[in-house]
């Protein structure tokens, strides 16, 4: 079953916390590949924990 | 003579550990939320550091071996809090619905997330932002993204001394994520 968008975001946000299984995995794979929304949130989920470390640097 | 010396040495080492107050102010607060918390966690580190003088000789960076001690001392206080004050299952914090509206009914994003310019992400105003964003979180949504994010726990770890369950865990951490790039993007991006 192909993931939404809402879907996409919940797993990826979960992937930073958890092992993901192989089908999650897949899927979200297969989503990225064809969503730039979902590219760039997960981008920007990994931006956001640099910039975490950043602040706490300063 | 010697003597004079060394006790030189001493007060100077504790003045400069009591310049590093304010920052270590900051963090805690930041961490904790509450500012008497905030305060006891600086104080606790500070005579911790003070008691401890000298296993700090020879080290470089007396922020980085402060920081280190009020780490531990804020994971202290959150486990406190949350003995004291056990984590309402039922709360705004735990459920997503309200997320839901960032989604149209066929679960794309109503506002597709943007390609963040790399070269902005290193300006001073971004860090500003992100600390106006992670201000604004709700209490536990923020500690537990801070815990994960900056603490570095696990998310089991976390679950555990927040006193909540995994998947409630993986809600928090969603949804302070989400909010946070939201409040960035409209915040700050958009200027």
């Known amino acids: 079953m192909k993931l939404s968008c809402k879907e996409a975001s919940r797993l990826l946000s979960q992937s930073l916390d958890r092992e993901m299984t192989l089908g999650e995995l897949a899927r979200l794979r297969l989503h990225l590949t064809l969503c730039d929304a979902c590219r760039n949130f997960s981008r920007q989920l990994k931006q956001l924990r640099q910039a975490v470390a950043r602040l706490f640097e300063q | ?191």
């Open chain 2, 1 to 191: 003579m010697r003597r004079y010396h060394r006790r030189t040495l001493a007060s100077d080492l504790r003045s400069q550990i009591e310049a590093q107050r304010p920052y270590l102010l900051r963090y805690a607060s930041m961490e904790l939320r509450n500012s008497d918390a905030a305060e006891d966690a600086v104080q606790e580190t500070l005579l911790a550091a003070l008691a401890a003088e000298a296993s700090f000789a020879g080290r470089s960076n007396l922020r980085t071996w402060l920081t280190g001690i009020l780490k531990h001392k804020i994971v202290d206080a959150i486990r406190r809090a949350s003995r004291e004050r056990p984590f309402e299952s039922v709360d705004d914090e735990s459920t997503i619905e309200d997320l839901e509206a960032l989604f149209d009914e066929t679960g794309h994003w109503r506002e597709p997330p943007q390609a963040w310019p790399e070269q902005a992400l290193q300006e001073k105003q971004f860090l500003q932002a992100l600390e106006k964003c992670l201000t604004a979180l709700p209490a536990r949504t923020a500690q537990a993204f801070l815990m994960r994010e900056h603490l570095g726990f696990d998310t089991p770890d976390i679950c555990k001394e927040l006193g909540i369950t995994s998947t409630h865990c993986w809600v928090l951490l969603y949804r302070a994520r989400m909010a946070l790039r939201e409040c960035l993007e409209k915040g700050w991006l958009s200027r």
